[in-house]
């Protein structure tokens, strides 16, 4: 999501988007309030007046809904950001956040189900499209409603005034009478995450809020102490509690369970059902611990099973871990591994990540590896930016984060990890990228729209310490950099702090393809790629995994998913379908790194429950800066 809206999609080819904006203010979770931002110069608290301040003003009097509840459910959902008609990632239009997802919504959402039989079904619950129920209950077309910030206003005012009227009969000018109005409007289908939200935007009429949105709009929501919230009302919508409160934390982190909205994933048994998990993707936030929280809560969006705090490393489980979460944007990935949000932001990670979140990570993937057989390495142990896209259009979409910034090298060695003596070995051995993070400084631009702090005004570079190695193609450091077939088809790449293509972060693997004086090839992408390596400062030779290559003269289709084929399918469920990654391959004669041996190919019907299992299998490599599937009919696999 965007920087400017804590649910709202980027629309930035490369970048990462943010999954809550940097001004989720008065988003309430476990007591800490996130402070409300100034307004820009010029725009003086005592006098807001503005355009949409009176589109608030007359859809409230139309349909008898208390002001300050309109703006403050408002406040919560968007900031009060319009977004010129665009809608977010979990496909809220307008500052009322009313819903109308797609199937291709969820097929390039971090649901990541494209080519999945069943991703109509995804995005037909009725949580998805408020817009519909708006129009009906206004007379509006759904398009006035995508575009229009005074039609989607009155739209969602006139869905709080259908929830209230079936909570008490009629309306009510007492704002605190609203609560289970407010509660409905979450869309959530768990008890706890409808109070949490009617906690946070009662907490925000109690509070006020002052803000100048991305359109200049001067905003104000005067304070009201005196609201007292009928919470009792929760009781009448009748919402089942969920159905695990109980942490799967080491208990040497701090760790409570609020869910998260039902339909960012999917209730499933793993893995007594059968589905591995063997993965665990690093994420950030690009936002608040709480705003994080509040999103994760919200119907049709994204959720990881654990978010973690900066200040102190404590944890919020929001999804169980047999359950799969929607958070990595590649259904195959999220079958099989768990998501960690740490509060931060990639483009400003070494002031966010703190040794307290380092070493909680580490003591919740130590716990979770154990329990679950999850590899120690960076195949297995990975970040959102090392995810494979599921397929060709998406791949050049693809987070990138935790960033440059997350020090792979600290994490791995607090999960005991031992890297070994830095060095290179002959061509055809397997080196771990192992660049000394404090030492390592490179120097990267970064522009607005990577920082969703607002704290950089222009494109600025940089130099900073960091967990990569640049790419270039030739043994020169004015050779281009390499540039990543699906973000610069035949042009060189960028140091721009977003541009994952270029380079290779530390702890993965790879086969050395060349020497040249001080400088190192390995094999990447289908390509030959240099790297600046005197004396194997920046890599460290590896034993133990296995070398990937063609086995025949022709070269090797890569895969982003491992579905089964079709005819594999039992009749009645609708297969999911894979194509080969279309700007990739693994060509004869280049060797690529995999550290455990193929998995068999499988999905998953939540609504059965059923497991279906492919007779084929596939290796997971480290095909470039993300990981790739290949067949192993395809290929050679020998030991190094």
């Not at 984060?401 to 070995?425: A, E, I, R």
């Not at 790449?493 to 393809?513: E, K, L, M, P, Y």
Request: aromatic share 8%; proline share 6%.
């Amino acid at each position: 999501m965007s920087p400017s809206n804590s649910r709202r999609g980027d629309a930035s080819k490369h970048r990462r988007p943010a999954l809550v904006t940097a001004v989720a203010a008065l988003a309430v979770a476990g007591g800490a309030v996130v402070p409300v931002p100034a307004l820009a110069a010029g725009a003086a608290a005592g006098a807001v007046t503005s355009s949409l301040q009176q589109d608030f003003t007359a859809a409230a009097d139309a349909y008898h809904v208390p002001r300050q509840v309109l703006l403050a459910v408002a406040y919560q959902e968007s900031a009060w950001d319009t977004h010129s008609g665009q809608h977010s990632t979990d496909g809220g239009y307008g500052p009322m956040h009313l819903t109308d997802v797609t199937p291709a919504m969820m097929a390039g959402g971090d649901a990541g189900a494209a080519g999945r039989g069943d991703v109509a079904k995804l995005a037909a619950a009725p949580a998805l499209h408020t817009v519909q129920a708006a129009a009906k209950l206004t007379g509006l077309s759904a398009g006035e409603l995508h575009t229009d910030p005074a039609a989607n206003i009155r739209g969602g005012a006139a869905l709080l005034a259908s929830y209230q009227k079936a909570v008490t009969g009629a309306t009510s000018s007492d704002p605190g009478n609203w609560y289970a109005a407010v509660a409905r409007y979450s869309q959530a289908t768990e008890r706890q995450g409808a109070e949490a939200f009617a906690d946070r935007v009662f907490a925000t009429v109690k509070k006020g809020a002052l803000r100048t949105t991305a359109d200049g709009e001067h905003m104000k929501l005067a304070a009201d102490s005196d609201v007292a919230p009928a919470t009792g009302q929760l009781a009448s919508l009748d919402l089942k509690s969920a159905a695990v409160t109980a942490t799967e934390c080491p208990t040497t982190v701090a760790c409570t369970f609020v869910p998260a909205s039902p339909s960012n994933g999917q209730v499933s048994n793993r893995p007594a059902n059968g589905i591995r998990i063997d993965t665990i993707v690093i994420h950030d936030t690009e936002g608040s611990y709480d705003g994080s929280i509040a999103a994760f809560q919200q119907a049709g969006g994204s959720a990881a099973h654990y978010v973690m705090r900066s200040s102190d490393g404590a944890v919020t489980q929001m999804v169980p871990t047999k359950d799969l979460a929607f958070h990595a944007g590649n259904y195959s990935t999220n079958m099989h591994s768990i998501g960690i949000e740490h509060e931060g932001y990639a483009a400003h990670g070494a002031t966010w990540y703190t040794e307290a979140q380092y070493e909680a990570t580490a003591e919740l993937v130590k716990y979770l590896s154990a329990r679950f057989g999850i590899p120690l390495d960076r195949e297995h142990i990975i970040g959102h930016d090392n995810v494979a896209g599921p397929k060709s259009s998406l791949v050049s979409g693809m987070h990138w984060d935790p960033g440059p910034s997350w020090d792979w090298n600290h994490l791995m060695s607090l999960l005991g990890v031992d890297t070994g003596q830095h060095g290179v070995g002959p061509v055809g051995s397997v080196v771990t990228i192992a660049p000394r993070f404090a030492d390592n400084l490179q120097t990267v631009q970064i522009c607005p729209s990577d920082d969703p702090t607002g704290a950089t005004t222009a494109c600025t570079e940089t130099q900073q310490p960091s967990n990569f190695v640049y790419l270039r193609t030739g043994p020169s450091d004015t050779a281009p950099l390499f540039g990543d077939q699906a973000i610069h088809p035949g042009a060189a790449g960028t140091d721009r702090i977003n541009d994952w293509g270029s380079t290779a972060s530390a702890g993965q693997q790879f086969v050395v393809a060349d020497q040249d004086g001080d400088w190192t090839a390995i094999w990447y992408s289908g390509a030959k790629v240099w790297f600046y390596n005197p004396d194997g400062c920046n890599t460290a030779p590896a034993q133990g995994v296995k070398v990937i290559t063609a086995a025949g003269s022709s070269p090797v289709a890569v895969y982003g998913s491992s579905y089964p084929d079709a005819a594999e399918y039992p009749a009645g469920l609708s297969p999911s379908t894979q194509a080969a990654l279309s700007m990739y391959s693994v060509p004869a004669g280049q060797a690529y790194v995999a550290t455990v041996a193929p998995s068999l190919t499988d999905d998953f019907f939540p609504s059965s429950g059923t497991v279906v299992t492919g007779a084929k299998s596939m290796y997971t490599i480290q095909y470039n800066h993300r990981v790739a599937l290949v067949y192993a009919s395809d290929v050679t696999a020998t030991d190094a």
